[in-house]
């Protein structure tokens, strides 16, 4: 099965084609993570450039949500160093990292069930409406503009992601593959510079995943969001990378074009097993 | 049939944004309100405005207080009774030792006292959730009433620690008699529930619920839980505070700090559980039919029944039914009385027809 997706990555075309790919905004040096004894992530460097689709691949268990963990501030690794924008960071969390222009969604849908689609994707702005308590309990003036203005914005990304009709569906009632919309729309509203994935096709079918890597590629292309990928799906992540970097038990085997990697003895074996 | 939504378009997202964006419902609240506001006056008796139209409103203010910090914040509280003695017992202060203090200002403050107090309590909140956050605010319950009764500066030093509230006085205007403390009242409790509604359709109630439903994706798209939960804690105390006020005020006169007891928390938790959790209008809902519930059984059981209990089986059978009501809402319909009005609306909307 591996090894037919492998094959069908490999006649995909790199999309790199005429995209600007800037200068390294992330960079991750000598990264060590681990829970007690249990070492998640080991001496680990990558870089990740302005404009760039980068995937994390591997096996499960490799580190790789561990990884996206660290970048975005709720997992702090005990040695190493991540560069964002030539800043070395200290005492990071999720907040500040959000306030720097990283968004991201989830691996297990992380919407906020008990509202709508609208409400939830107005969340995403939430760091740039500015109005306070007090405002917002009488509803008039700067408050109501406010809330206007970003609605605006909002419904830019619901068009953009052809959800129109379900925007006042309570996210719960939706199935799978529209939540995974959802929750991208949310991250999208915050108009991120770096958006971080983990795995935004897990359980979807062909079709669905046809629209998700459209709307990626579209996130890329349009925006210039700098995007890592977590993903399983081969294919996708052969066709629509610039740059794969593998894991494997918390340590780094692979990293380079997609056509590098899948030439990496070390990946086949990571992928495919070896006899010993 | 006469409920459709057909032909009323959003032209603008200010259209759209309204609390009640289909006509009918806009109509009948404003009826709804001024109803309670011109007709009710008129046409109930002292019985109906001091023991069950007042209180209603009262506990309504106090359950959507607990409503904000449970039902939108999603953090467990029973001490919502402590918060209103706060409230109550600040008021009262406020009104005692500084001259010419006014009534509407005091209240304001006592509630805000209740606010400072809720923040403190609510600390514990950053670091534990659910049962044991729950635990935490049962230490509020029995701290503050047992603070107001240890120090005895808190109620002047009267030997019994009831206090009797001062009389009130609004721009020369004594609010003496039922009517009008029904009116002061209602008009307290309009407001208040105003501006709930606005803060949770904004960006605030959009982050309470937020850290409700999932605090790591919360946290991740920008939302400091920390001060989500403190603003929740805050406003929730406030709201029970200017809730305890109006009760030593307008409803009781005479309060005392046991009066503040635990069984009033959990009653105030029976009406957003009963009410709905989460919704502006379950609080409404829950405290009338927590307040409605017992008089109706005092009155129709035994004329029902007739000799054939005696008074003591009447007031068991409250407890039973209050057991069985929040048995059956927790398992058949966890959003309470305002889901069943929603699922009622939604099915009118395509009544007679069944799609």
Known sequence: ?276 | MFYREAGQFKASYQADQQIFPIRQDKIAVWALVLFFAAVVPVIADQYWLKAILIPVLIFSLAALGLNILTGYAGQLSLGSAAFMAVGAFGAYNFMLRIDGMPFLVAIVLGGLCAAAVGVLFGLPSLRIKGFYLAVATLAAQFFIVWALVKFPWFSNYSSSGVISTQEINILGFAFDGPTSKYMLTLAVVVILALAAKNMVRSSTGRAWMAVRDMDVAAEVIGIRPMRTKLIAFAVSSFYCGVAGALYAYTYLGTVEPEGFNLDLSFKILFMIIIGGTGSIMGSFLGAAFIVLLPILLDNFVPSLLGDLVSASFVSNFQLIVFGAMIIFFLIVEPHGLARLWQIGKEKLRLWPFPH
Do not use: C
Request: net charge negative; no cysteine.
């Open chain 1, 1 to 276: 099965m591996i090894v037919n997706e492998l094959a069908v990555g490999a006649q995909g075309q790199s999309p790199a084609g005429g995209r600007p790919i800037g200068e390294v905004i992330l960079d991750l040096q000598n990264i060590s993570l681990s829970f007690g004894g249990v070492k998640a992530l080991t001496d680990i460097s990558f870089n990740v450039r302005k404009g760039e689709i980068r995937s994390i691949i591997g096996p499960n268990g490799a580190g790789k949500s561990s990884m996206l963990n660290v970048i975005n501030g709720v997992y702090h690794p005990q040695q190493g160093s991540v560069i964002f924008h030539g800043e070395k960071r200290r005492d990071m969390d999720p907040h500040k990292a959000a306030a720097q222009g990283i968004a991201r969604t989830f691996q297990n849908i992380a919407l906020f069930k008990g509202m709508s689609v609208l409400d939830n994707i107005m969340t995403g702005r939430i760091l740039k409406m500015k109005t306070n308590l007090l405002q917002h309990a009488l509803f008039w003036g700067a408050a109501q503009r406010e809330e206007i203005e970003h609605r605006k914005k909002v419904e830019e990304v619901i068009d953009f992601l052809e959800i129109q009709s379900i925007r006042k569906t309570p996210v719960g009632r939706l199935p799978y593959g529209l939540q995974k919309r959802v929750e991208l729309g949310r991250a999208l509203a915050a108009e991120p510079s770096m958006l971080l994935l983990d795995e935004p096709m897990a359980g979807m079918n062909v079709e669905e995943k046809q629209d998700m890597s459209r709307f990626i590629l579209d996130v890329n292309d349009q925006f210039g969001t700098t995007i890592v990928l977590i993903e399983h799906d081969m294919g996708v992540v052969m066709d629509i990378s610039d740059r794969v970097v593998v894991l494997d038990y918390g340590k780094k085997i692979g990293d380079g074009t997609p056509e590098e990697v899948m030439a990496n003895p070390d990946v086949i074996a990571a992928y495919l097993g070896t006899s010993h």
